[in-house]
């Protein structure tokens, strides 16, 4: 049903100091809107610094697509506080703008309606624009504009010296990467646990099926509320940020040289679809390139090996070069429950499941088993409420019931948990466990049930959005800053646009010359 972890966690717990300096970090995407909803017109707001230099608060795919970014932190509370000075800073600068609590977008009619983001005139920053260019005119721009939450791990050197037995980074890389792989096969095969339990994209404004084909069995109130009834997260469904025209890429993560050989083959394939757009039309850039992938991360996954790159660097040269330094988590929406759009008891947990995901054996995967794990994933995306849910073991056709799974992998939690929590004194993983628990045997208590009865009771995702929206805004504008100050948020908005304006009067190439010589490089 699970691996028996039990070994492990013997092991685990007689060495708990291995799990001293977990690190992670958070990156929250979240549309700014006027007060009736629609999405703001205005450009990113200078007074933020400028999104293309600027550490903490950058613009994702649209210029009104804001994106913070925290430094990464050894302890939850700070994490979660300078992720709240953040939205606090930007909710005092944007006026009557708001920003959407939601991952799903409303009150948008059409693509046309959004502005790609600005980032200058250097060649990096128009490199950066024409990117999402080619994501407009490829899938859509309203796909793009879906919001989500990515988490940033990383286990410390200790575990891998307990548990490897290696001494170093450089000279344990290979060791390292390969138990960050095994970490990623188990997310896979258990990862549905993550929008099971914190999906909360059950239900889509009318409009976002505007001219869109989708065979799914909505239901419809008065209102105008489109939802399906057990479903968790359509953000990760064929409706919301996905790409099936990726599954067949047959990229695997079984070890680092053929994982990026596969990733590399996909931004050196060309695409018949993509040759017959072009890169250019009337003199007007349409795309980077024809290939499959214009630049690396454009593979959608539900997670990714990483390591901080180089200037310059393409992240499949830098995983080569030092191997992998954490894992990005992309499986969250937007928590609408909080300002911030995630809270401590979720990094928690998935603290819990990332060291359990690298404990468990994890059999290598080929692609074909790949494709197997997102049935289950589709199952808890679109019904994972639904009374009798199973999940498939593996490719054979054995089920077990969702509920029971459930259980057992939080057997295994707890115990995680309780090193955990003896490491730091107090008994908060514990409870956090305690309280998760308890919505395998009763599903009304996961975010997409407790949020769909807020949006049939509410009138639907539009309305409430902006019920929660100004209520969050004014919940942030009015409470002080706890860790960072006016002068650090000063000090980098101005850094920022000192650096823009270097790497402008910095560049030599033209564009033209620019973009042959870093095809294949890295967009961040």
């Given at each position: 049903?699970?691996?028996?972890?039990?070994?492990?966690?013997?092991?685990?717990?007689?060495?708990?100091?291995a799990?001293?300096?977990?690190?992670?970090?958070?990156?929250?995407?979240?549309?700014?809107?006027?007060?009736d909803?629609s999405?703001?017109?205005?450009?990113?707001?200078e007074?933020?610094?400028?999104?293309?230099?600027?550490?903490?608060?950058?613009?994702?795919?649209?210029e009104?697509?804001?994106?913070?970014i925290?430094?990464v932190?050894?302890?939850?509370?700070?994490?979660?506080?300078?992720?709240?000075?953040?939205?606090?800073?930007v909710?005092?600068?944007?006026?009557?703008?708001?920003?959407?609590?939601?991952?799903m977008?409303c009150?948008?009619?059409?693509?046309?309606?959004?502005?790609?983001?600005?980032?200058g005139?250097?060649?990096?920053g128009?490199?950066?624009?024409?990117?999402?260019e080619?994501?407009?005119?490829?899938?859509?721009?309203?796909?793009?504009?879906?919001s989500?939450?990515?988490y940033?791990?990383?286990?410390?050197?200790?575990?891998?010296?307990?548990r490897?037995?290696?001494?170093?980074?450089?000279s344990?890389?290979?060791?390292?990467?390969?138990?960050?792989?095994?970490?990623?096969?188990?997310?896979?095969?258990?990862?549905?646990?993550?929008?099971y339990?914190?999906?909360?994209?059950?239900?889509?404004?009318?409009?976002?099926?505007?001219?869109?084909?989708?065979?799914?069995?909505?239901?419809y109130?008065?209102?105008?509320?489109?939802?399906?009834?057990?479903?968790?997260?359509?953000?990760?469904?064929?409706?919301?940020y996905?790409?099936?025209?990726?599954s067949?890429?047959?990229?695997?993560?079984?070890?680092?040289?053929?994982?990026v050989?596969?990733?590399?083959?996909?931004?050196?394939?060309?695409?018949?679809?993509?040759?017959?757009m072009?890169v250019?039309?009337?003199?007007k850039?349409?795309?980077?390139?024809?290939?499959?992938?214009?630049?690396?991360?454009?593979?959608?996954?539900?997670?990714?090996?990483?390591?901080?790159?180089?200037?310059?660097?393409?992240?499949?040269?830098?995983?080569?070069?030092?191997?992998?330094?954490?894992?990005?988590?992309?499986?969250?929406?937007?928590?609408?429950f909080s300002?911030?759009?995630?809270?401590?008891?979720?990094?928690?947990?998935?603290?819990?499941?990332?060291?359990?995901c690298?404990?468990?054996?994890?059999?290598?995967?080929?692609?074909?088993?790949?494709?197997?794990?997102?049935?289950?994933?589709?199952?808890v995306?679109?019904?994972?409420?639904?009374?009798?849910?199973t999940?498939g073991?593996?490719?054979?056709?054995?089920?077990?019931?969702?509920?029971?799974?459930?259980?057992?992998?939080?057997?295994?939690?707890?115990?995680?948990?309780?090193?955990?929590?003896?490491?730091?004194?107090?008994h908060?993983?514990?409870?956090?466990?305690?309280?998760?628990?308890?919505?395998?045997?009763d599903?009304?208590?996961?975010?997409?049930a407790?949020?769909?009865?807020?949006?049939?009771?509410?009138?639907g995702?539009?309305?409430?959005?902006?019920e929660?929206?100004?209520?969050?805004?004014?919940?942030?504008?009015?409470e002080p800053?706890?860790?960072?100050?006016a002068?650090?948020?000063m000090?980098?908005?101005?850094?920022?646009?000192?650096?823009?304006?270097?790497?402008e009067?910095?560049?030599?190439l033209?564009?033209?010359?620019?973009?042959?010589?870093?095809?294949?490089?890295?967009?961040?």
């Amino acid at each position: 049903m699970i691996p028996d972890v039990s070994q492990a966690l013997s092991w685990l717990e007689a060495h708990p100091q291995a799990l001293k300096g977990i690190r992670r970090g958070i990156e929250r995407e979240t549309l700014r809107v006027n007060p009736d909803g629609s999405l703001a017109t205005t450009g990113h707001p200078e007074s933020l610094g400028a999104a293309l230099t600027h550490r903490w608060i950058t613009t994702d795919f649209a210029e009104a697509l804001l994106e913070f970014i925290t430094p990464v932190d050894d302890n939850i509370e700070h994490l979660m506080a300078f992720l709240r000075d953040i939205h606090r800073h930007v909710a005092r600068e944007l006026g009557d703008e708001r920003m959407w609590p939601f991952s799903m977008p409303c009150f948008i009619e059409s693509g046309q309606d959004i502005e790609l983001a600005q980032y200058g005139s250097s060649n990096v920053g128009r490199f950066k624009t024409l990117y999402r260019e080619g994501l407009k005119n490829r899938y859509g721009a309203l796909m793009q504009v879906i919001s989500g939450i990515h988490y940033n791990f990383s286990l410390p050197l200790s575990f891998w010296q307990e548990r490897l037995g290696v001494t170093d980074v450089e000279s344990g890389k290979e060791a390292i990467s390969a138990g960050y792989f095994k970490l990623i096969r188990n997310y896979y095969r258990f990862g549905w646990v993550i929008p099971y339990l914190f999906g909360a994209s059950p239900a889509i404004c009318k409009s976002f099926l505007k001219g869109r084909e989708t065979d799914l069995p909505f239901e419809y109130t008065d209102s105008g509320l489109c939802y399906l009834p057990y479903a968790t997260s359509l953000r990760l469904s064929d409706l919301g940020y996905t790409n099936k025209s990726q599954s067949n890429l047959g990229i695997t993560f079984n070890d680092l040289e053929t994982y990026v050989q596969g990733v590399k083959k996909a931004i050196r394939t060309p695409s018949a679809e993509y040759a017959e757009m072009g890169v250019k039309k009337d003199g007007k850039y349409l795309q980077l390139n024809t290939n499959v992938l214009q630049i690396e991360n454009e593979l959608y996954a539900p997670i990714r090996p990483k390591r901080v790159t180089k200037s310059g660097e393409s992240p499949s040269d830098a995983l080569m070069r030092s191997g992998i330094e954490y894992i990005e988590v992309r499986s969250l929406d937007v928590n609408p429950f909080s300002p911030v759009g995630i809270d401590a008891t979720q990094a928690r947990f998935l603290d819990l499941f990332l060291v359990w995901c690298a404990l468990a054996d994890a059999p290598e995967m080929n692609s074909d088993e790949l494709l197997c794990t997102r049935k289950n994933w589709n199952r808890v995306i679109l019904e994972g409420r639904k009374p009798g849910q199973t999940i498939g073991i593996g490719c054979n056709d054995e089920r077990k019931p969702l509920v029971s799974v459930g259980n057992a992998l939080f057997d295994d939690l707890s115990r995680v948990a309780q090193v955990m929590d003896e490491q730091n004194g107090d008994h908060l993983y514990q409870d956090v466990c305690k309280e998760l628990v308890a919505a395998f045997d009763d599903p009304e208590l996961t975010y997409s049930a407790r949020i769909l009865k807020d949006l049939k009771q509410q009138g639907g995702v539009g309305s409430l959005g902006l019920e929660l929206a100004e209520k969050y805004r004014q919940m942030l504008v009015s409470e002080p800053l706890e860790v960072l100050d006016a002068s650090a948020l000063m000090a980098e908005q101005d850094g920022s646009w000192q650096r823009q304006r270097a790497l402008e009067a910095g560049d030599t190439l033209s564009f033209e010359e620019y973009l042959a010589a870093n095809a294949g490089s890295s967009d961040e």
